[in-house]
């Protein structure tokens, strides 16, 4: 079935380092694909999105990584800060386009 | 400001006693949804809204019905809620289907 998985649940990097979070999805017809940041006692918030017709996609101090043949995806943080800890999801779209089907999360720490 | 507000946001009930979760967006979005979140499941989709009138069934709809009268409003109830159903639920909201999708804040339910 559809599904997204993350490979870590946890990452921790010191301030100022780059992140890396990977995402692999099973579905190869996915064509939409967004990462968002949760805080705690919040909702998930929007970070960037690419859709399938793309490799890569810049946004501010975030990068993301869309390789097709091997369904995987990933955000890259520049320079990261305290604030950047979260979890950080990803997540797909159904075949029909009307849900997105998300990963379990992975929680970045950075650590001053 | 641009959001998707949810009311309440925690609630301590009892088994068997009707409840409704309010969700409204002032985006003028015409797709909805709600999640609902658990520990080690991630996010799952209870139902969605492509439109005014229009709504359909996500991955858990047991026990969960919703309306859509209006275009920004898009209550999640509960007829008869039971503890599986002790949850964080969240609403959120896209212009349309296919499109990154805005969150609200969350509804910690609590079913005794």
């Known amino acids: 079935g559809e599904s997204v998985g993350l490979h870590l649940p946890t990452l921790s990097v010191q301030e100022g380092d780059n992140s890396i979070i990977n995402c692999a999805y099973s579905?190869?017809?996915?064509?939409?694909f967004i990462w968002y940041k949760q805080e705690s006692g919040k909702g998930p918030q929007f970070i960037i999105d690419?859709?399938?017709?793309?490799d890569k996609r810049q946004g501010q101090r975030v990068t993301v990584l869309l390789n097709k043949t091997v369904k995987h995806l990933s955000l890259q943080i520049a320079a990261t800060q305290p604030g950047d800890s979260a979890v950080y999801f990803c997540?797909?779209?159904?075949?029909?386009?009307?849900?997105?089907?998300f990963g379990k999360g992975t929680t970045l720490s950075v650590s001053s | 400001e641009a959001q998707v507000t949810q009311n309440p946001r925690y609630l301590i009930t009892v088994t068997g006693k009707k409840l409704t979760v309010t969700c409204s967006q002032n985006m003028n979005h015409e797709y909805m949804s709600w999640y609902r979140q658990d520990p080690g499941l991630g996010l799952r989709q209870i139902y969605y809204?492509?439109?005014?009138?229009?709504?359909d069934k996500g991955d858990v709809p047991e026990g969960y019905k919703v309306s859509r009268k209006e275009k920004r409003n898009f209550p999640l109830i509960l007829e008869s809620p039971s503890p599986n159903q002790t949850s964080l639920y969240f609403c959120a909201s896209s212009l349309y289907a296919n499109q990154p999708q805005h969150f609200g804040d969350g509804t910690r339910l609590s079913i005794l």
């Open positions: 997540a797909e779209n159904s075949k029909a386009g009307t849900a997105l089907i």
């Open positions: 809204s492509m439109n005014v009138e229009v709504t």
């Open positions: 690419i859709r399938s017709n793309m």
């Open positions: 579905n190869s017809a996915s064509d939409y």
